[in-house]
């Protein structure tokens, strides 16, 4: 695991009932032992920004990526990818794990583009806290301008961070945690009673 993360971290965070999780029988049989199933099983993520993908209700397991798109037409897709787990969705991509490599893909239909996001499952989970405990906590202040340069900084570290143990979710501009990344700083994303929300819009 690049990342140390566990189930009490989250739980601390956001709460147990904030954290989804995916059941043991929701991976197909060449992906259930691996490192990434078990975190995906045990650990969970929190809800909001990213939605973990419910399993098929007769199956029990979940989409596979050949269920949801045809890889064969995504130019740099594993011979094998149609036979990857969709384990979740972040913005317009299917994201699929690949159990040989323990990598998670970003499968993006309207543009038909297939590309590694996470280096493995850890590195999924700890964006995915990071930016939704910025989310959840975030306060703009009296000064709103002020507010915005601190949260462009907090953006920005959470991918300086990030990217010193893995490159992948913000290797360049058009990923999508760096288009989630730029909508946060821009004060885009914050719902509900967040202090952010509520400092925005009153």
């Given at each position: 695991?690049?990342?140390d993360?566990?189930?009490?971290?989250?739980?601390?965070?956001?709460?147990?009932?904030?954290?989804?999780?995916?059941?043991?029988?929701?991976?197909?049989?060449?992906?259930?032992?691996?490192?990434?199933?078990?975190?995906?099983?045990?650990?969970?993520?929190?809800?909001?920004?990213?939605?973990?993908?419910?399993?098929?209700?007769?199956?029990?397991?979940?989409?596979?990526?050949?269920?949801?798109?045809?890889?064969?037409d995504?130019?740099?897709?594993?011979?094998?990818?149609?036979?990857?787990?969709?384990?979740?969705?972040?913005?317009n991509?299917?994201?699929?794990?690949?159990?040989?490599?323990?990598?998670?893909?970003?499968?993006?239909?309207?543009?038909?583009?297939?590309?590694?996001?996470?280096?493995?499952v850890?590195?999924?989970?700890?964006?995915?806290?990071?930016f939704?405990?910025?989310?959840?906590?975030?306060?703009?202040?009296?000064?709103?301008?002020?507010?915005?340069?601190?949260?462009?900084r907090?953006?920005?570290?959470?991918?300086?961070?990030?990217?010193?143990?893995?490159?992948l979710?913000?290797?360049?501009?058009?990923?999508?945690?760096?288009?989630v990344?730029?909508?946060?700083?821009a004060?885009?994303?914050?719902?509900?009673?967040?202090?952010?929300?509520?400092?925005?819009?009153?």
């Amino acid at each position: 695991m690049l990342f140390d993360v566990t189930r009490g971290d989250l739980a601390a965070v956001f709460g147990e009932d904030r954290i989804a999780t995916l059941p043991a029988t929701a991976f197909p049989p060449a992906a259930a032992d691996t490192e990434g199933a078990r975190l995906l099983r045990t650990v969970g993520v929190p809800t909001g920004t990213l939605r973990l993908g419910a399993p098929d209700e007769e199956s029990g397991r979940p989409a596979l990526v050949r269920d949801v798109v045809d890889a064969e037409d995504f130019e740099g897709a594993s011979q094998d990818a149609g036979a990857w787990p969709v384990i979740g969705w972040l913005l317009n991509a299917h994201l699929a794990l690949d159990p040989g490599s323990g990598k998670v893909y970003a499968f993006d239909a309207d543009e038909e583009s297939v590309r590694a996001l996470h280096t493995d499952v850890s590195s999924l989970v700890q964006v995915t806290l990071r930016f939704q405990r910025l989310l959840d906590e975030f306060t703009f202040g009296d000064d709103e301008e002020a507010g915005f340069e601190r949260l462009e900084r907090e953006v920005e570290a959470i991918r300086q961070q990030t990217s010193g143990l893995d490159p992948l979710p913000f290797q360049d501009d058009e990923t999508v945690w760096s288009v989630v990344g730029e909508e946060i700083a821009a004060g885009q994303r914050f719902t509900g009673d967040s202090p952010g929300a509520r400092s925005l819009y009153g």
